[in-house]
T-cell receptor, first 112, second 111 residues
Framework: DAGVTQSPTHLIKTRGQQVTLRCSPI?????VSWYQQVLGQGPQFIFQ???????GRGNFPDRFSARQFPNYSSELNVNALLLGDSALYLC???????????FGPGTRLTVT | QKEVEQNSGPLSVPEGAIASLNCTYS??????FFWYRQYSGKSPELIMF????GDKEDGRFTAQLNKASQYVSLLIRDSQPSDSATYLC???????????FGTGTSLTVIP
């Protein structure tokens, strides 16, 4: 079975722009979570979605939003990009909300 | 106080030795605990999960959980150079909808 997939792999944006990142979970997984990982740190939890509903939110500003589609894929949107948003954005899927998570390869976002 | 704390290392062990990685967490109600391995430039990979007090073994890896002390550890026996990576401890909150990762411990296994 295919693992978690994410697109794009790399992205370069300018401050103030908006970005959309995409994630497809492992087949059969209904929960998708998003994380931000800056160099030298562990992943920071942004959102969790299950059955198209937001089930958890981390300590991120309202510039960050997400949604989950009927096929359980998900998008993460970030508005008004700041230099500090430069990071690896990871998507993880799991069968249930509190199950072990499997990570995709990530999207490397650079904001200039 | 951070939700999950790990020594950042770096930790160096000779090949064949036991590597011991430690993690403490602050949410006493947490029920699920995970260890991930992350190679440089790659995404985290699940190694072990543990839900109950005590030890859980899987091959060369043993996870240990002590809920009273709010402490989780990972032992890697017969360490190999391919084990060189950053090891991340993760905890699910009591409510089940917040995931917390430590900053990771960098392990180097010296041939």
């Amino acid at each position: 079975d295919a693992g978690v997939t994410q697109s794009p792999t790399h992205l370069i944006k300018t401050r103030g722009q908006q970005v959309t990142l995409r994630c497809s979970p492992i087949s059969g997984h209904k929960s998708v979570s998003w994380y931000q990982q800056v160099l030298g740190q562990g992943p920071q939890f942004i959102f969790q979605y299950y059955e198209k509903e937001e089930r958890g939110r981390g300590n991120f500003p309202d510039r960050f939003s997400a949604r989950q589609f009927p096929n359980y894929s998900s998008e993460l949107n970030v508005n008004a990009l700041l230099l500090g948003d430069s990071a690896l954005y990871l998507c993880a899927s799991s069968l249930v909300t509190n199950g072990h998570q499997y990570f995709g390869p990530g999207t490397r976002l650079t904001v200039t | 106080q951070k939700e999950v704390e790990q020594n950042s290392g770096p930790l160096s062990v000779p090949e064949g030795a036991i590597a011991s990685l430690n993690c403490t967490y602050s949410d006493r109600g947490s029920q699920s605990f995970f260890w991930y391995r992350q190679y440089s430039g790659k995404s985290p990979e699940l190694i072990m999960f543990i839900y109950s007090n005590g030890d859980k073994e899987d091959g060369r890896f043993t996870a240990q959980l002590n809920k009273a002390s709010q402490y989780v550890s990972l032992l890697i026996r017969d360490s190999q150079p391919s084990d060189s990576a950053t090891y991340l401890c993760a905890v699910i909150s009591n409510t089940g909808n917040q995931f917390y990762f430590g900053t990771g411990t960098s392990l180097t296994v010296i041939p």
